[in-house]
């Protein structure tokens, strides 16, 4: 029996050196870095890079006119030449001309030129197509289906310039020509509603720093530097596995473990133990995403019976919201949940916008004596005294909705739901499945709610804001003021940074004054990555972006 | 004509599942449709446009009755087309059968260790019947039981992969290998699934484990079983052809349902590993409000539950003769 067992253990042992084998053959080069994603990309595609992931794999993999960074000084974007040379504004800034370069091929070969350029602008806008850009070339000459006409809009002067018009009186930037180019040569050969699901839209012919080599579907995304590019450097990072794990605890163990190089969103009180181990650089993300509370301003019965503007006998008051805004520690939340990775909120106008936020704006501070000031004045009283306010015989009571699966908004709104008892507020929270919630929110079904916001670089309000609620839907709170309306108006005319950077103030100034929803606070996305990765820049447009300068 | 009773019970069961699949999917095609949410909610984005949403509602049918949709679906499903995933952008069967043959072969290797090693456990605690071993066996398969798989699988990553570094945390394979040589592949494979299946067999182990040792236990007192041992008959002989062959019927009854649930996805395994199989596809699918890839991978389970509950009574009819008998009648 002793020699059995003893046979087992030597075999096991055997096994184990012949894995451990296994492992050191498979190790990767030190010019591969392999990034945690926490879900599988649907597509290789620009048309179609609706994820995080998916537009930062595929603006490696594909070049656009221009390219953006960051420029932490001034807090804005900084526009760089890429596919373009150069490029030239016309005086009015009704049309632009781009100078291309002529050294770029793609993947097969094929020299990339202008053609490619117009069919992308074509193709992106193209409703049959449903790429994640359709509806937003509101610059320049559409179709009644916001299709650009082609016509209208290009004039190619040579092999290498192309002049491209805007639509009258709009206000066009940069911004609106950072898009992935993509091949006409693949995608002109394929009915345009079957790009969506056609084999090149997973296979792609590429033009970027980076060309597509496998993907092992809900493991990983494999790409390679591309040595024909003018983007390649030699000594740069030469392969990214982008590495999926779904599971936080196994992204961090794989972390610790040197199997992944870069992990994003990590958890605050994950931060000390990475620290300790001194191999990784933590780095965070700012600015991009906020919590808030957010209260239905209208009387939502009405809106649903008859559209009809009515504001709602809790939330409808500015004075309420503002009590409301009051009555939350969220000093405490930022430095016992977030444990600093992070800071509080006073409007969706990020601090990372330097000369737009107006820097004389304190945060409202946790004050449940004033809280209760400003509800008496509105005529909330306990005049029954049973611990409860009412106003016209209505008891304050309403349900707080949020989703089941987020511990830090679990939290708050625990926190939150005990401190309105002391001002003699009933608060019952309902947790429910993440799709729920937003079918709530998008339905204007919920009466308070508590969820995030990802703010769009470059700034941009008038989506969630604007008071037209047919033409905006994601005003969720159903937020209605006309001065705001004319403010975000005037910023879509021809005016300068400056004057624009005075309006946001305004608006900023409107929005902390009213309290559309009670902006709590801004969460750091906490990074960490392997110091053997040299040249990484962490800014708001991301961890990934522009990583072929990497080292 | 026995046989030929016995192909037309075995055409009515056939009907009958038929029957059943048809109605689960009816069930289902409705209630995901009438839950809250719907999957163009993930085109609601400041960086897009509000008519994008439309457009996507309309290429997906959601702008049309339910009815109209059951109907265009119930054409489509007769020809064998369940339409194309919302997520992946392929064909429903085509993401199905990608991650099939995984699941397939993992939940046959952790449903072999299970059963096999759950008998061989339960004949060596027998064997030492009401000493120590058996003692420590029996208690020791019950807080087996009693360990959530998520909470085992961070154990054994933590002890085999973070502290002693000899197995991978997650995957199937190693990422970004060049290597092609099969031997080297196939231990690489095995190499990544051990811990795994480590974890997937050790859920179901100990309940075989059970059931086996109670089989044992209630076939040594049955009179069949003095009668043999009275007419000198070997030991060996008693378990091998009497014992352990009349404590399998019930147990691959029970085996039949398991492997079905075991092909439908081991989804706390998955995730926590990272494997590709038909759990994270399914659970993906029904948070994404996938509607056709939710109706696939329900079909698919389905058809493999009632595949393994038929050679579960195959085996059962194989092993105990009377049993056709019963079914004929």
Sequence with gaps: MSITRRNIFIYFLLLSSVFIGCKKES?????????????????????????????????????????????????????????????????????????????????????????????????????????????TFLCFNTDKDNHIIAEKTFEKLSETKLKIFFAPGSSPSLFNLDFPIVPKHIFDKIPRKDIATAKESFTPVTSGPFMFEKWERNQAIIIKENPKSFLHKDGNVGRIIFKVIPDYNSRLTQLKNNEVDIAEYLKPEDVDELKKSNSFVIASLKGREYDYLGWNNLDKEKHKKNKSIVPNKFFGSAKVRQALSMALNRNEIVSSYLRGYGELANSPISPIFKNA???????????????????????????????????????????????????????????????????????????????????????????????????????????????????????????????????????????????????????????????PVTFLYWIDNIVAYNKKIKNIEVTPLGTIHHCWLWR | MKRSLLALSFIKRGVSSVLILFLTVSFLFVLVRIAPGDPAQKYLSPNLSPQLIEKVKSSFQLDKPIAEQYISFVKNAFTGDFGVSYKYHRPVNEVIFEVLPFTIFFSLSAFSIQF?????????????????????????????????????????????????????????????????NILFLSLDYLHHLFLPLLVLSLTGLPVYFKYFREQFEEHQQKLYAFYLRANGVSERRIYLSHLIPNSLNSIIAFAGVDLGILFSGALITEVVFSLPGMGRLTVNAILEHDYPLIIGCTLTAGILIILTNLLADLIRMKIDKRLVKGLIN
Excluded: C
Aim: proline residues 4%.
């Design chain 2, 116 to 180: 096999l090693g759950g008998a061989l456990l339960a004949l060596w605690a027998f064997h030492h019947h009401r000493k120590l071993l058996d003692r420590i066996l029996s208690r020791g398969s019950i807080i087996l039981y009693a360990v959530p798989s998520f909470v085992s699988g961070l154990f054994f990553v933590y002890l085999f992969s973070v502290q002693l570094k000899l197995f991978p945390s997650s995957g199937i394979k190693s990422i970004g290998t060049l290597e092609e």
């Design chain 1, 27 to 135: 190790s990767l080069s030190n010019a591969t870095v392999v990034v945690a994603i926490p879900s599988d990309i649907e597509r290789i595609n620009p048309l179609f890079a609706f994820s995080i992931n998916e537009a930062n794999i595929n603006e490696l993999l594909f070049l656009s006119l221009v390219k953006h960074s960051w420029d932490e000084k001034a807090g804005d974007l900084k526009t760089e030449p890429m596919l373009a040379n150069s490029w030239e504004w016309n005086t009015d800034s009704s049309s632009i001309t781009f100078d291309l370069r002529s050294d770029v091929k793609w993947s097969d070969d094929v020299p990339l030129t202008i053609d490619d350029v117009i069919f992308s602008f074509d193709v992106y806008s193209d409703p049959v197509v449903e790429s994640y850009l359709y509806g």
């Design chain 1, 357 to 515: 936020v107006d820097e004389k704006l304190q945060p409202y501070a946790f004050d449940l004596a004033k809280a209760k000031i400003l509800l008496a004045e509105e005529g909330w009283g306990d005049k029954d005294n049973n611990g409860i306010l009412e106003k016209n015989g209505e008891e304050f009571k309403f349900t707080l909705t949020i989703s089941s699966n987020n511990p830090r908004r679990i939290f708050a709104a625990t926190l939150f739901k005990n401190t309105l008892k002391q001002l003699g507020v009933e608060m019952k929270i309902e947790q429910v499945e993440l799709g729920m919630l937003i079918d709530r929110i998008n339905n204007k079904n919920a009466d308070a709610w508590m969820a995030s916001w990802i703010i769009p670089i470059p700034l941009d309000l008038k989506f969630s804001w604007y008071s037209n609620l047919a033409t905006t839907p994601m005003n969720f709170p159903s937020y209605q003021n006309k001065e705001l309306d004319a403010l975000l108006d005037k910023l879509e005319t021809k005016i300068s940074k400056q004057q624009k950077n005075e309006i946001y103030k305004k608006i900023e100034s409107i929005l902390y004054g009213d309290q």
